[in-house]
């Protein structure tokens, strides 16, 4: 290829960090833990803690990071935190220092092979008067690409009118804005058969961007570059519905044009887990708005994400662009100030 083969979705784990939100914090921490385990089920939670402590090396060690990059012929990652690190439920003080630690933190992980990691930081999403403090801090203060996102926080969903100063500023940047849901709030309801990922992620992704669109956050900032982790969940296989709802209803016409148009306007990686809903993304958003994703080094992720890209029985065009061509137009158009 003539272009840097690039996962645009890999995670970093901060224990340090961790450690001292729960440090100054013991009883937020012990609730959270509480509504993971009745979100995720117990049976889950024993599948996971096992998985993730096996994998803490790979999340956390440089050398170690690069090994795996090499054996998948990844030759760029984007690393952006484990999402158990967005800490929503956090007050304005904690928060605002668990973004600005987690972006040193970033910052420095990727500095220890600059040439082959690019960092993505945080913001507290959950206090929108201090949002763009922070996405400051990581794209201008720590020399970061962008930032990851949650699909909601406390009550903050992403039509809320008070994300306006953030998706101006994002949009003056040029960032990349990474959108990663953790959590779904149907609860219980998916508190078994591992559900709360299977089914919850790709219903926050679809929440979320819902929200973003039908609000005509797009609209009005037309320069975003927001990506959307495990292929934008079930909304670009059910764009119809919301085009038909646009075209009938009122109510879901605050955006100017069919929402399915928006599509072409986001981009969305490749963790998809099956070869025909890979090229139907592609067809359905177009070839320049997806990217590589592995989810690295999760179990949920792609092994081979190289591999799976290339058992989709794309063109080489298409699959070059997939593979490197769009994160690399991302990042060339990236940060202006």
Not at 59 to 77: E, I, K, N, S
Not at 166 to 186: D, I, N, Q, T, Y
Not at 212 to 232: E, N, T, Y
Request: charge should be negative; charged fraction near 20%; glycine fraction near 8%.
């Amino acid at each position: 290829m003539s272009v840097p083969i690039t996962d645009v979705h890999a995670h970093l784990l901060m224990p340090g960090l961790h450690a001292e939100v729960e440090r100054r914090a013991p009883e937020l921490v012990a609730e959270a833990a509480a509504l993971d385990l009745r979100r995720n089920g117990a049976e889950s939670q024993a599948v996971s803690g096992p998985m993730v402590g096996a994998r803490i090396p790979k999340l956390t060690d440089v050398a170690l990071r690069l090994a795996a990059m090499d054996a998948q012929g990844v030759d760029v990652q984007w690393v952006s935190a484990s999402p158990n690190h967005f800490y929503p439920w956090a007050p304005e003080g904690l928060a605002v220092w668990a973004a600005m630690e987690a972006n040193r933190l970033i910052a420095e992980h990727v500095a220890q092979a600059p040439d082959r990691l690019v960092g993505l930081g945080l913001i507290p999403l959950q206090h929108p008067s201090r949002i763009v403090e922070y996405l400051d801090d990581a794209v201008l203060g720590r020399g970061l690409a962008g930032v990851e996102i949650s699909s909601f926080a406390g009550d903050v969903e992403l039509s809320d009118e008070r994300l306006e100063p953030f998706w101006a500023r994002a949009a003056e940047l040029g960032c990349v804005v990474f959108l990663h849901p953790f959590g779904c709030s149907l609860d219980e309801r998916l508190d078994r058969f591992y559900l709360a990922n299977t089914v919850g992620q790709p219903t926050e992704n679809a929440v979320a961007l819902s929200h973003l669109i039908f609000a005509g956050v797009l609209d009005r900032h037309p320069g975003l570059r927001l990506v959307a982790a495990h292929g934008g969940g079930y909304l670009p296989t059910a764009m119809g519905r919301s085009d038909h709802a646009w075209r009938v209803r009122p109510d879901a016409r605050r955006c100017a044009n069919e929402p399915s148009s928006y599509l072409k306007k986001l981009w969305f990686d490749t963790v998809v887990h099956d070869p025909v809903a890979l090229r139907h993304l592609i067809e359905t958003a177009g070839a320049s708005q997806v990217v590589l994703g592995s989810d690295f080094p999760f179990d949920m992720g792609l092994d081979d994400p190289v591999g799976f890209v290339r058992s989709a029985a794309l063109s080489d065009d298409i699959a070059e662009r997939v593979l490197g061509g769009n994160a690399q137009a991302l990042l060339a158009s990236g940060v202006r100030v």
